[in-house]
């Protein structure tokens, strides 16, 4: 997440239901333009879907590693693209679509997942409460400022 005088916002795991929420992301970030899935056992066909959206000029979020263990696709995100990958959730165990999740807007990222659909979802700290809240009832998760030690 990008540094903010504010802690980024944090919904407690408790989502596991990968089709609701791939639904609901073009509902809360319809502005988002870029989603990245990571993970080593991605499916071949959501692959493929994922390098169908690939940007015709990659570029890395500056904040986002370059150094990973395991295979990284970038896609340009749209609710059409959402629809497609909630109707792959609703077939395919949550490991064949990715492993970690980022979902950006115009370079800025919105959401960081690590450990996608198993631990705790950051948001960014400029999010209004509202769609953070939004997002956490859909799921019935508690969400508050991350708390780092």
């Known amino acids: 997440m990008a540094e903010s ?3 980024p916002w944090d919904i407690d ?5 990968a089709e609701r929420f791939f639904r609901a992301l073009p509902k809360l970030f319809p502005d988002a333009n870029l989603f990245i899935a990571q993970g080593s056992r991605i499916g071949n066909d959501v692959a493929a879907f994922y390098r169908q959206h690939a ?9 986002l590693s370059r150094f990973t263990l395991t295979r990284r696709y970038f896609c340009n995100c749209s609710p059409e693209f959402f629809l497609e990958l909630a109707r792959f959730a609703a077939k395919k165990p949550r490991e064949r679509l990715l492993h970690h999740l980022y979902l ?11 450990d996608a659909f198993a631990n705790a979802l950051f948001l960014s700290a400029d999010l209004p409460e509202s769609t953070i809240a939004e997002l956490a009832n859909k799921f019935g998760a508690r969400y508050g400022r991350a708390r780092f030690r």
């Open 5 to 7: 005088p504010l802690a």
């Open 55 to 63: 940007p015709a000029v990659p570029s890395r979020p500056a904040e």
């Open 104 to 114: 950006y807007r115009d370079g800025s990222q919105l959401i960081e997942w690590h």
């Open 13 to 17: 795991e408790g989502i596991r239901n």
